[in-house]
């Protein structure tokens, strides 16, 4: 694709509803979290390296990643959550920017949850926030998961705030209202994002 767009939300913002409807339409969607999974499957290098680090007991016993384990090892470490940053952030973001530009569509979504917090932005062509309000993100969460208010609560609170995403967004939907209100928002953006790639072919 000549044109990628950075999708970016809060926890339960509708991130994967405004995506699936873009991959409706044919657009290729690069989905950051599934690919940060893929770079330390089994046999990758950076597997290797986590385990060379941590130690055999961070892999279970199919030799996969055991991310419980690892996570509670960065969480009272910032020196270690440093360490395995400086390790994955540079393979997803080289990662994210070939698959976009492979992507077959005119141009390529790239949904990515911490897109502001790692201002990933600077590697896409534009920013595009489903926005919410955190009263609907707490509500729409605690409806899908079995999880308590608290826990939302506390992970919006540790995420960018609504002011820091829509400030560096050239497009927003608005995901206050049904979600019936999605569709032509998505529709409106698919038709603005396809002139702009026509644009941007060199
Ligand atoms: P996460 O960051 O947790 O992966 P997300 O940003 O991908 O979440 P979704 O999973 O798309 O968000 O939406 C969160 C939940 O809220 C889902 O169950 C979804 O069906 C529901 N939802 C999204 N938008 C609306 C809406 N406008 N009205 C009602 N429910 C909604």
Redesign the pocket.
């Known amino acids: 694709s000549h044109l990628l767009v950075g999708l970016t ?10 995506s699936d409807m873009f991959a409706k339409l044919g657009v290729s969607v690069i989905d950051a979290d599934i690919l940060a999974r893929d770079l330390v499957a089994p046999g990758m290098p950076a597997l290797r390296a986590i385990e060379e680090k941590f130690g055999k007991h961070i892999l279970d016993n199919s030799g996969m990643l055991n991310r419980r384990e690892l996570r509670e090892k960065v969480f009272s470490d910032p020196e270690q959550k440093h360490w395995l940053d400086n390790l994955l952030h540079p393979l997803i973001r080289q990662e994210l920017v070939k698959q976009g530009k492979e992507a077959p569509s005119e141009y390529a979504i790239l949904a990515v ?1 911490l897109l502001v917090e790692n201002q990933l932005n600077k590697l896409v062509d534009r920013t595009l926030v ?1 926005d919410a309000e955190p009263q609907q993100q707490l509500k ?2 605690i ?2 998961d079995d999880v308590s208010e608290e826990h939302v609560q506390s992970i919006i609170s540790h995420q960018a705030s609504r002011t820091e995403r829509l400030a560096i967004a050239d497009d927003v939907i608005d ?1 206050n ?3 019936s ?2 569709q032509p928002q998505v529709q409106k953006l698919h038709e603005k994002y396809l002139k702009l790639a026509k644009i941007s072919v060199k």
Do not use: A, F, Y
């Not at 939300?9 to 405004?18: E, H, L, N």
């Open positions: 939300g809060g926890i339960g913002s509708g991130k994967t509803r405004v949850p489903v729409r969460v409806n899908r995901n209202g049904e979600l209100q999605l």
